[in-house]
């Protein structure tokens, strides 16, 4: 069981050394060979004025050389943590995810390791569906393939990463150079309307629990109606009963209840129910892109009041108004879909065609993604809004995330060095980058009644 694969299981222990030096390596290493190389020609050069020019260029590489070390170095001292991958249906199932191995997708443990993310919420994402029978047996069916998956990886390599059900145990496990898994639920509706499902998520190390997707479910309405369940505008009303009910129980279980994607009054309705600080897993500042999907300066400053944190989210239609770009990918994955006669875009199934890939690039240089710079405006803004304390890092990877500069976890590093840029202290982004969810997190359990 996953459960089980906590640090408290753990027999080999590497240092923290061992996942944080390879990016430090290639730096160095990169530096030498240049440096190498340099020497040589100098070893040839009999004119002492090229000579001296030689050596000015070696001592210029060999400070550049250093620099990069020493940010490396810096960012590796850090515990980075992601609220918010997603995995396909097939995770670990299909050796194409098993990501213990080199793969496709933007988060694995290579990827995690070379860019020095050490922790990171693996998401037990459903898509919402009728509010029948019916529908909710499936969403169950498909959680369940989701958490098993989350399982297999923990299983086949616990050499390099363990399930982490506290927040000290992510400190504990970055501390013993092991990256850390957690689990988190995004749509209730997986819950099947059953709470004792929400107990059964929590032992099998679900620790925040998102409340709604696109599309109202039977906890609360959404910020984005879902046309096809015919859902026309949203909703005035928040919380649900059985809503309400489940963020008690996540309250006495310890669990942290996750506004991303709520409607406004589903929002207004979580802070005056919940006992414990909220977290809001995934989202960007309306302020700056007014999207019904991104957090008012009001819900900023609320959720903040009640010493949650707002995880900002790198997801390109939060953070950039791009409709040229959105249309363009709409048509590409109906050109897709059409070409393999398909009735949908498929993006587990057909994401690595090479007629989606070339696509893709030629729509990248039409309409280029938000950049860091974009992403790091939303980080201060909220920082701003909220205060310093209440601000985190979400990728969204594998959900629709990556921004340019921050395409996968190997660029994870990026983030760091855009922080410090935009003049974020070393406290500070070591607060934005997991000190202040596990702050959050320490908080929740203090508050739940076992």
Same mark, same amino acid.
């Given at each position: ?59 210029? /590489? *060999?400070? $550049? ?11 590796? !001292? +850090?515990?980075? &943590? #992601? ?94 150079? /092991? *990256?850390? $898994? ?11 309307? !059953? +709470?004792?499902? &929400? #107990? ?94 991104? /957090? ?155």
């Amino acid at each position: 069981m996953a459960h089980d694969m906590t640090l408290g299981a753990a027999r080999h222990r590497p240092t923290s050394r061992a996942i944080a030096s390879p990016g430090t390596r290639h730096a160095v290493a990169k530096g030498t060979c240049k440096l190498v190389a340099l020497n040589r020609v100098i070893a040839f050069a009999t004119d002492a004025t090229f000579t001296a020019k030689l050596a000015i260029v070696l001592s210029c /590489l *060999l400070l $550049a050389a250093c620099a990069d070390s020493s940010v490396q170095r810096r960012h590796a !001292d +850090l515990l980075s &943590l #992601d609220t918010h991958v997603d995995i396909p249906s097939a995770y670990m199932r299909e050796p194409r995810f098993d990501v213990g191995t080199p793969t496709a997708l933007r988060v694995d443990l290579g990827k995690m390791q070379r860019g020095g993310l050490n922790a990171a919420f693996f998401v037990i994402f459903v898509e919402q569906g009728p509010l029948t029978d019916a529908g909710y047996a499936a969403a169950v069916v498909a959680a369940e393939r989701k958490y098993r998956g989350i399982e297999l990886m923990l299983t086949r390599h616990p050499e390099r990463i363990r399930l982490a059900t506290t927040a000290q145990q992510v400190r504990d496990l970055h501390a013993n150079g /092991l *990256l850390a $898994a957690m689990i988190g639920i995004e749509n209730g509706y997986s819950l099947g309307h !059953d +709470l004792k499902r &929400l #107990d059964a998520a929590y032992t099998r190390g679900a620790r925040y629990l998102g409340l709604v997707h696109v599309g109202n479910n039977d906890l609360c309405t959404s910020s984005l109606p879902n046309a096809d369940l015919g859902e026309a505008a949203i909703a005035a009303t928040g919380a649900t009963e059985f809503g309400r009910a489940a963020i008690e129980r996540a309250n006495r279980l310890g669990m942290m209840v996750d506004i991303s994607h709520a409607s406004d009054a589903c929002v207004r309705d979580v802070l005056q129910l919940s006992r414990a600080p909220i977290i809001a897993s995934h989202s960007a500042a309306r302020a700056l892109v007014d999207h019904p999907r991104n /957090l008012s300066d009001e819900w900023l400053k609320a959720i903040a009041s009640k010493g949650g944190v707002i995880q900002v989210v790198a997801y390109k239609e939060f953070l950039k108004v791009d409709p040229a770009r959105k249309s363009a990918e709409k048509q590409l994955e109906s050109e897709v879909a059409q070409s393999v006669s398909a009735t949908a875009f498929d993006s587990e199934a057909h994401n690595q065609l090479p007629l989606y890939i070339a696509g893709m690039q030629r729509i990248q240089s039409r309409f280029p993604l938000a950049t860091l710079s974009d992403y790091v405006e939303h980080i201060a803004y909220v920082a701003r809004v909220a205060g310093i304390d209440h601000v985190g890092i979400a990728s969204d990877f594998d959900g629709g995330g990556g921004v340019t500069g921050w395409m996968d976890a190997s660029e994870t590093g990026n983030v760091t060095q855009a922080l410090r840029q935009r003049g974020f202290s070393e406290v500070d982004i070591a607060k934005i980058w997991g000190g202040n969810l596990l702050r959050v997190w320490d908080a929740v359990e203090n508050v739940a009644e076992h």
